[in-house]
């Protein structure tokens, strides 16, 4: 079975501009969360989704938002970049809502000029 | 507020050698605890996880680790260090019910001599 698939894999873009990171669950998957890691730390909790609706937040400022679609994939989308947005996005699915056992995809690598 | 903390930035190890990653909590009730592997530009693989029950707990790849409640730990182990296993180590708790997070550590950068 395929596992958790993020598209790009890289992606480059300048301060201001605004950028979309794709994921794709496992099948059977119905919940997908996204983190954010930045070079020489752990993984930061940004968004849980579950059945299409937002269930978990961390503290990540209002550029940035998320949406998962009837398929249960997900969108996480960034506005006004920032250099500090620099980093790999990972997404997560899991089965249910409490995302005990979380199945990691590849990770986006966005880079911020 | 939960934590996890993993003391060793970096560890060096000799091919053969015996592991041990360490890693402490801070959470309120039970924890659900985890320990992942990122390879240089990897996504994160499951290497075991601890719910309840057996406090000593099996994982993927020849890992171990042991669940200590008095001591808030939770540390991996590995008898005979392979090369391949050079690669970052992360800790992870769940965060509490309700928030359906993980909370991570900095993690530990292992190398391994040939």
């Known amino acids: 079975d395929a596992g958790v698939t993020q598209s790009p894999t890289h992606l480059i873009k300048t301060r201001g501009q605004q950028v979309t990171l794709r994921c794709s669950p496992i099948?059977?998957?119905?919940?997908v969360s996204w983190y954010q890691q930045v070079l020489g730390q752990g993984p930061q909790f940004i968004f849980q989704?579950?059945?299409?609706?937002?269930?978990g937040r961390g503290n990540f400022p209002d550029r940035f938002s998320a949406r998962q679609f009837p398929n249960y994939s997900s969108e996480l989308n960034v506005n006004a970049l920032l250099l500090g947005d620099s980093a790999l996005y990972l997404c997560?699915?899991?089965?249910?809502?409490?995302?005990?056992?979380?199945?990691f995809g590849p990770g986006t690598r966005l880079t911020v000029t | 507020a939960q934590s996890v903390t993993q003391p060793d930035i970096h560890i060096t190890v000799s091919e053969g050698a015996s592991l041990e990653l360490r890693c402490n909590y801070s959470?309120?009730?039970?924890?659900?605890l985890f320990w992942y592997v990122q390879s240089p530009g990897q996504g994160l693989q499951l290497l075991l996880k601890y719910f309840s029950g057996d406090t000593l707990v099996q994982g993927i790849k020849g890992f171990e680790a042991e669940f200590k409640r008095s001591q808030s730990s939770f540390n991996l182990r590995k008898p005979s260090v392979h090369w391949s296993d050079a690669a970052e180590y992360f800790c992870a708790v769940a965060g509490p019910a309700g928030t359906y997070k993980y909370i991570f550590g900095t993690g530990t950068r292992l190398k391994v001599l040939a």
């Open positions: 959470y309120g009730a039970t924890p659900y």
């Open positions: 989704y579950y059945e299409k609706e937002e269930r």
């Open positions: 099948s059977g998957h119905k919940s």
């Open positions: 997560a699915s899991s089965f249910g809502v409490n995302p005990y056992e979380q199945y």
